[in-house]
C-alpha cells in the first residue's frame, strides 16, 4: 500500500495552449475550390476560398450558412486534374459581409503532400 505522501494526483488535462482544439498544424491559403453537400448534386456546387487546411481539417469561406454535421464534397487539386474528399461540418461563424467561416473535419486526413499543395 503507497504510504499518504507519496501518492500524486494525476496533472490536470486543460486546453491546449489559448484554447486551440485542433490536433493537426493548419497551414494558410488562399486557393478557391468548389464544393458541394453529399447528395445534394451539382446545382448546389459553390466555389469557396480555403481559408486554412491541415491533414485533419480545412477551414473555408463561403457565401451561405451550411449547418453542423452536414457532409461536403470538396474537390482538391490532384496531380492528376481534380480528387473528391469528404469532409463534415463542425461549426459555421458569420463573417463580415454577408459570408460564413466554416470549419470541417476530414472523413480520412489529407497526406502531408496534399496539405502542402492546398497552402498557396
Same mark, same amino acid.
Given at each position: 500500500?503507497?504510504?499518504?505522501?507519496?501518492?500524486?494526483?494525476?496533472?490536470?488535462?486543460?486546453?491546449?495552449?489559448?484554447?486551440?482544439?485542433?490536433?493537426?498544424?493548419?497551414? +494558410? +491559403?488562399?486557393?478557391? *475550390?468548389?464544393c458541394?453537400?453529399?447528395?445534394?448534386?451539382?446545382?448546389?456546387?459553390?466555389?469557396?476560398? *480555403?481559408r486554412?487546411? +491541415?491533414?485533419?481539417? *480545412?477551414?473555408?469561406?463561403?457565401?451561405?450558412?451550411?449547418?453542423?454535421?452536414?457532409?461536403?464534397?470538396?474537390?482538391?487539386?490532384?496531380?492528376?486534374?481534380?480528387? +473528391?474528399?469528404?469532409?463534415? *461540418?463542425?461549426?459555421?461563424?458569420?463573417?463580415?459581409?454577408?459570408?460564413?467561416?466554416?470549419?470541417?473535419?476530414?472523413?480520412?486526413?489529407?497526406?502531408?503532400?496534399?496539405?502542402?499543395?492546398?497552402?498557396?
Open positions: 500500500m503507497a504510504e499518504e505522501g507519496n501518492v500524486r494526483p494525476a496533472a490536470p488535462q486543460g486546453p491546449p495552449p489559448e484554447g486551440e482544439r485542433r490536433l493537426a498544424t493548419r497551414q +494558410s +491559403s488562399t486557393l478557391r *475550390i468548389a458541394y453537400p453529399a447528395g445534394s448534386g451539382l446545382l448546389e456546387r459553390r466555389m469557396v476560398r *480555403i486554412n487546411v +491541415s491533414r485533419t481539417g *480545412i477551414g473555408l469561406i463561403v457565401d451561405r450558412n451550411w449547418h453542423q454535421g452536414l457532409v461536403l464534397i470538396l474537390e482538391l487539386p490532384a496531380e492528376d486534374g481534380v480528387r +473528391s474528399a469528404r469532409a463534415r *461540418i463542425v461549426h459555421s461563424t458569420s463573417q463580415p459581409g454577408g459570408t460564413f467561416l466554416v470549419g470541417c473535419v476530414f472523413d480520412n486526413p489529407l497526406t502531408d503532400a496534399e496539405v502542402q499543395a492546398l497552402a498557396r
